[in-house]
């Protein structure tokens, strides 16, 4: 095995795990757009996209076989093959919920809003931050910065405990809104799930620096 045609493999791989990640970003962003202004269309072709998403994990995971079955590689190389299935499977997830986001536009498009939407798009940003800053410590192998993402994940939290209280609130007083404050509901899960699997990414990208596993989702 020369270094030179296994490293040229390997970046291969983490540049297409950054388009990757990329692409779930704006996937996410395009999904809160749609919901903020109702826009059955924009759903749809963010709908679409999905395969976008899904095609780079087969291409990636390909890669990955293939790297694998050609090159005999060190075991340093297994780790980073290894860890580059398990986060093109955590963007793939991400990626689906994006998706779920844009049914409920389509569920909901009829529906004047129950509530401003400035909260979730917040939750969005910060989700759409993690993703990005996630992908940058998994290619700089940067544990610290892994470490300092997952803890973004508290904010998360909070912002998603103030909008699910707004939400029962509204559920409570409101009987004729039980169902698109419940498909609301929905949308936060979905982003709260994305950021779980963020988490997951920088304990692959710990992982790959340390060789250790550690749980960061508690």
Known sequence: MTRTSSDLKLKKIHEDIIKMGSIVEKQIFLSIEALKSKDVDLANETIKKDDLVDNLQKQIEEDCIKF????????VDLRDIFTAAKIVTDLERMADH?????????RTKDQKHVKELKDIGEIAAKVQNMIKLSIDAYIALDEKKALSICKMDDEIDALYKKVFEELLGIMSNQSEHIGQSAQLLFVCKYLERIADHVTNVCEWTIYLKTGKYVDLNE
């Open 68 to 75: 694998i079955a050609a090159e005999q590689p060190l075991a």
């Open 98 to 106: 994006a998706v779920d986001i844009c049914k409920i536009v389509k």
